[in-house]
């Protein structure tokens, strides 16, 4: 079983282990899950041990080698790589290899890292349960008749299961730090523009960003330290440099820190018992670390969900209108194998029929459902009632983060309403699903960097997290606080086998 970034690294670094050995063990750590956790759509077995390789050459013959030299890293499936296909778990993309690197990925490879694999996701990266993809569901490690959360529940399914000790996913709503949450890792959502969006396929545009998954704070501040950066190239991307990130894993100290807690959070109807005490038990902690603790409300969080579901399916009803089947994406003739055509196409032109069969054959449900909402709430006489009023509804959100941010240095809360729900649980029921983004949307809306942080177990043995929220491009301050908090808890180390790693 991989553990740590950290630990592989220094296995690395001083010849304890070869780069080979470490991607060998991953990929046998694949072929050993991944049957019954289906955590991969494409797994790049010569590629990676070519790779290897080449980074244990480069140490014989006492080269330079840069930071993440040798570390097998998996990819969420919607960023782009040249030499494996990007399918966004979709039947849409099946078949669809890029001709580039997502400027992430690049990053990552310039760094070291051997990129293992693709991880599975909820096609598009729309849902929560990883149940939505082409390529079949994502099952848990802790308990494999429940959900590993989503749209990036493969990425943290391999971090968990021990295919690799880290991996990228991406956070649109909650997509990041709700599997990680599940899972019982740590996921960092940076600020909107820390990392370049060039290469992520989009599902909406100002809200997606991605982030690293991976056991500890340490482990997600190496990976962010790779990933993050400024691209020209990327509009969305903030032109300021990446600090230290790893530099603030070392303290243990939040001496004069302010810590709001989200109570009107804690105490809504439908939170587990489980995820109350998480939250309550972290208090203690950050105060027994020096912060001091204070009540603060966000008032329009309750407008969060509501603002969200109208802003990104407009988003996502743009963004994949390209996939026609003409321009980009699977295509479908309108007529069958014996030549006829569907009674519905019929009376359609030729171009428009084959549109609407390949759009009707290359999406899934899920993904219609909010085309569908996207392309209504945007269309004549009712654009000004949903898309742009949602619009100054987020400008307030905002302002409440701002407000806040005044008097605290990070806000504290749930993840998630409860622990892992069951597989087939939510599926039909949508509005119990979008509900999973209860917590998690309003750092997305504002644009504020965030971590997910396990954080407990509740009575069946299943992982609970916690979140911490700051201002926009504050991540070292994420770090500082995490680090702290896992300095002094031990559920970090905890492992779906339930032992603890030292």
Partial sequence: MLDSTSTILELLRSGDATAREVTEQALRAIGATQPSINAYTHVAYDAALNAAEAVDRDRKAGRPLPPLAGLPVAIKDVLCTADMPTTCSSNMLRNFTPPYDATIVANLKRAGAIVIGKTNMDEFAMGASTETSAMGLTRNPWDEDRTPGGSSGGAAAAVASGTVPLSI?????????????????????????????LGLVAFASSLDQAGPLGWSVEDVAIGLQAMAGYDPADSTSVDQEVPDLQSAVATDNLQGVRIGVLRDSIDQEGVAPSVRKAVSDAEKVFTDLGAEIVEVSLRHSPYWVPTYY??????????LSRFDGAHYGHRQSAQDADGAVDESLAKAEPLEAMYRASRAAGFGSEVKRRIMVGTYALSAGYYDAYYNQALKVRRLIRGDYDTAFESVDLLLGPVTPSPAFGLGENIDDPIAMYLCDLFTVGANLAGVPALSLPAGVDDEGL???IQLQAPVMQEAKLIAAGAGFQSKTEYHRLRPSGFIVS
């Fill in 169 to 197: 996913g991406t956070d649109t709503g909650g997509s990041i730090r709700q599997p990680a949450a599940f899972c019982g890792i740590t996921g960092l959502k940076p600020t909107y523009g820390r990392c370049s969006r």
């Fill in 463 to 465: 992982p609970v997290g």
């Fill in 310 to 319: 109208v802003i990104a399916p407009c988003e996502a009803s743009s963004n």
